[in-house]
């Protein structure tokens, strides 16, 4: 099944960096690379979120855009709360992070990575109703795995973004959303 966006169902979908500061980051990705705009949701701390099985409440911000079928994601954590993008408190880490897939079987995904070896690292609600879930998979591959369940709403926010990108002239590079 091919995503509205453009991307099978199953592939990666987003590529994951955290950075220090969205505002200074975002120039960067629009003059250099072209990419944009960025649609910009927080700061704000997911109701729902548990980190290695505990619940958080770190307060973060995220700048979603597209560069062709493939969205990129920056994340800016605003607090020193221990988190999957920040693991202990003080202890700050940017770069890549991670890669997402839309999954239709989420819960048999997380089981099928569990046998693996690879842990839960993080799991919450979006506001669209859709379950993410972050594998721990550092320990072979660069980065970890978000799951997204795959939703009519979520695809739905993700093509909202493609749409957007598509011809973009380069105005108003930040757009702020609640989804």
Do not use: N
């Not at 839960?120 to 072979?140: F, H, K, M, Q, W």
């Amino acid at each position: 099944m091919e995503l509205s966006f453009g991307q099978p169902l199953g592939s990666i979908v987003q590529y994951a960096y955290v950075v220090q500061s969205i505002d200074r980051a975002v120039p960067d990705y629009v003059d250099r690379l072209g990419v944009g705009p960025w649609f910009v949701r927080g700061p704000f701390s997911p109701a729902a979120a548990r980190y290695r099985g505990q619940p958080t409440s770190a307060v973060v911000s995220l700048a979603r855009a597209f560069s062709g079928h493939v969205m990129v994601e920056l994340v800016e954590q605003h607090d020193d709360t221990p988190s999957v993008f920040h693991p202990s408190s003080g202890q700050r880490r940017y770069g890549f992070h991670h890669w997402a897939v839309f999954t239709e079987q989420i819960d048999a995904d997380v089981e099928r990575y569990r046998a693996l070896g690879y842990e839960e690292a993080y799991a919450d609600v979006l506001p669209s109703g859709s379950r993410i879930v972050y594998i721990d998979s550092t320990r072979d591959l660069p980065g970890m795995i978000e799951l997204v369940e795959h939703t009519d709403a979520q695809e739905q926010v993700y093509d909202t973004i493609y749409r957007a990108s598509i011809g973009w002239d380069g105005s108003e590079p930040l757009r702020r959303s609640d989804r």
